[in-house]
């Protein structure tokens, strides 16, 4: 069983501060990794996806993955209250099926 | 570009009675579409896999004879949930690709079944 696990918060995180997100997953095979964002009543949107270990940027999303330690996170610099929603990690393993998590709920605080 | 959209997008109906939902992807052939179940508060989970002119493969544990997929066309995949219960209100999803990673999702449909 695919398993990809990340903490369900609530993470509050003052306004202007930097968001730290983390997800763990158990296939060693993934491939590809997603980071989405789900906001109340509506479907996910992505922000970012990452197939190579190290970081990649996008304005203030930074997406860090270590293949390694199977483990992959986001940071959220100079957080905004509109960053408030659920983030959702997913992965795939060589197909095109998207494997999420439980998602953690993020409050940026004004 | 890369829009799917989800029809309708919100649905009442009794308990018994048949509900399809339809996704469309609208300015791309979309090679897969996937659907989607999310109760509230939890993650999405994967309910089958849709090909055109194909057969769905569902997940385990996903009635094929209760959630039936038809995929008619590189554009429109529909999902009939069908003789619906309570138990099957939830918010269903739809996501269309076009051979790559990058799943597009529509706005979703919730579900409410009396």
């Known amino acids: 069983q695919k398993e990809v696990e990340q903490n369900s918060g609530p993470l509050s995180v003052p306004e202007g501060a930097i968001a730290s997100l983390n997800c763990t997953y158990s296939?060693?095979?993934?491939?590809?990794f997603f980071w989405y964002r789900q906001y109340s009543g509506k479907s996910p949107e992505l922000i970012m996806f990452?197939?190579?270990?190290g970081d990649k940027e996008d304005g203030r999303f930074t997406a860090q993955l270590n293949k390694a330690s199977q483990y992959v996170s986001l940071l959220i610099r100079d957080s905004q209250p509109s960053d408030s929603a659920t983030y959702l990690c997913?992965?795939?393993?060589?197909?095109?099926?998207?494997?999420f998590g439980t998602g953690t709920r993020l409050t940026i605080i004004p | 570009g890369a829009v799917v959209s989800q029809h309708p997008s919100r649905v009442i109906c009794k308990s018994g009675t048949s509900v399809k939902i339809e996704c469309r992807s609208l300015?791309?052939?979309?090679?897969?579409m996937f659907w989607y179940r999310q109760f509230p508060k939890k993650s999405l989970m994967l309910m089958a896999t849709?090909?055109?002119?194909?057969?769905?493969?569902?997940e385990q544990g996903v009635e094929k004879d209760k959630f039936l997929i038809n995929h008619a066309s590189l554009t429109l995949s529909t999902l009939t949930v069908t003789s619906a219960h309570p138990e099957d209100s939830s918010f269903y999803i739809c996501?269309?690709?076009?051979?790559?990673?990058?799943?597009?999702f529509g706005p979703g449909t919730r579900l409410t079944v009396l």
């Open positions: 996501s269309a690709t076009q051979g790559d990673n990058e799943q597009f």
């Open positions: 296939d060693r095979g993934s491939q590809s």
């Open positions: 990452i197939y190579s270990n």
């Open positions: 997913a992965v795939t393993s060589g197909n095109e099926k998207l494997t």
């Open positions: 300015d791309f052939q979309a090679t897969t």
């Open positions: 849709s090909n055109e002119g194909s057969k769905a493969t569902y």
